[in-house]
């Protein structure tokens, strides 16, 4: 394992509402497939290239453990089109949102669903930061973080994400 392939940063990030999500399917300690309410789906989230992470920090304080997670990712060029599709996220965060995330070695990663709280603790808006830049050549768009709490880590999904 100390040899292969280990890049960073994610490919595809997939957002649905919580209350589009029944349940995944528990195969071991990984999700082999989700089941959504009929006609719902996961939707494929635009970012540019090298600008998106997943992290995850656990912690243990007075004898219980706390997961915090949190997917990351940059819009480029202000504009209404992005501008619409992040205050989605912002609207959507009011209930939790559920993502699928797929990092850069090809592993996809459930964030915002747990075992123990299913989607009562799912993802929501923790900041949006937008800047038009001061120079011709200064970042222009915005860095959306969405983040949740909750006590365990994230699991592997190994089944196809319904789009």
């Known amino acids: 394992m100390a040899c292969e392939a280990?890049?960073?940063?994610?490919?595809?990030?997939w957002l649905a509402n919580k209350e589009d999500i029944t349940s995944f399917t528990?195969?071991?300690s990984l999700y082999s497939a989700v089941t959504?309410?009929?006609?719902?789906?996961f939707y494929k989230f635009e970012f540019e290239?090298?600008?998106?992470?997943?992290r995850e920090s656990v912690s243990r304080e007075n004898g219980s453990t706390s997961a915090s997670h949190e997917v990351e990712f940059f819009t480029p060029k202000m504009s209404q089109v992005n501008r619409d599709a992040i205050q989605q996220i912002i609207d959507q965060s009011n209930c939790g949102i559920v993502a699928i995330v797929e990092d850069a070695n090809l592993n996809k990663w459930v964030v915002?669903?747990?075992e123990t709280f299913t989607v009562d603790r799912g993802l929501k808006i923790s900041s949006d930061e937008a800047l038009?830049?001061?120079?011709l050549t200064d970042l222009n768009g915005d860095t959306v973080i969405i983040a949740s709490q909750d006590n365990e880590k994230m699991r592997t999904f190994t089944g196809t994400v319904p789009v």
Request: aromatic fraction near 4%.
């Open 132 to 135: 038009s830049g001061k120079a």
């Open 49 to 54: 290239q090298d600008t998106a992470e997943v």
């Open 6 to 13: 280990r890049s960073g940063g994610l490919k595809t990030i």
């Open 36 to 41: 959504m309410v009929v006609t719902k789906v």
């Open 112 to 114: 915002g669903y747990s």
């Open 26 to 28: 528990l195969t071991g």
